[in-house]
């Protein structure tokens, strides 16, 4: 894994100045802008945190502490394709922690695995989540083989 960018590049900094413009007057602005930021730079860079920090008139501990709290925000840009597999109870119960592990462990480097919880496919479990696909009764051959389907 990289390390984190120590500062954001100027094109980073000047998107995440323009979303914190657009979402500082907003009550609770803080998670909407944190999609925002996500949505457009891909995760949420730690370098961000300062100045969103400052932005809205927050600590940096809270920022980074909404942050690292929700599973959903990453803190370095996702690889070529993002695979999320659900370790929510009905998905746990089918074999979904032996499926995280195998994905982990299995699949190419430039493919980003991450947990989510609940996926709305527990009858079906398990589920996941291929590039914002969702696809149920998930084995670890069909993951694979989705994947390289994906980077064609
Ligand atoms: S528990 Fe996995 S989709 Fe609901």
New binding site residues.
Partial sequence: MTEPQATLSAAQAQTVHELLARHREQPGALLPLLHAVQDALGCVPPAAVPVIAQGLGLSRAEVHGVVTYYHHFRQQPPGRHVVQV???????SRG?EALLAAARQHLPADVTVEPV??????A????VMVDEVPHARMTVQRLAALVQEGGQ
Avoid at 86 to 92: D, I, L, S, V
Avoid at 117 to 122: D, K, P
């Fill in positions: 659900c370790r929510a109870e009905a998905c746990q979904g919880y609940c996926l709305g496919l527990c079906q479990s398990p589920a």
